[in-house]
């Protein structure tokens, strides 16, 4: 499975609880650089997969942006979202 990313730094993949191993592709002038992430296991066709993402991000990324709690409809946890289009490489 491939995702976008920019300027972001990965420090853990998990897919349904498992550790994923991943790597950076070669980076892109304006669609930022791909993420590689490789299952632990083969998923069945209509098997859902839940994949959690340790990052952090920097100043320089563009693509994310952030809610305080005080901008959410319950006003406890800040909510990160992404404004990119999906992209298929």
């Known amino acids: 499975q491939v995702l ?10 998990t897919v349904n609880g498992q550790d994923a191993q ?8 304006f669609k930022g650089t791909p993420l590689e992430i490789t299952f632990p296991n083969e998923l069945r066709r209509g098997q ?8 952090e991000s920097s100043p320089q990324s563009s693509a994310l942006q952030w809610f ?5 409809s319950g006003k406890k946890h800040p909510f990160l979202f ?6 298929f490489i």
């Open 22 to 29: 991943f790597a950076f592709g070669e980076k892109h002038s």
């Open 82 to 87: 992404s404004q990119c289009q999906v992209e």
């Open 4 to 13: 976008d990313t920019r300027d972001v730094q990965v420090f853990k993949v």
């Open 68 to 72: 305080t709690p005080e901008q959410t």
């Open 48 to 55: 859902e997969a839940i994949v959690e993402i340790s990052f």
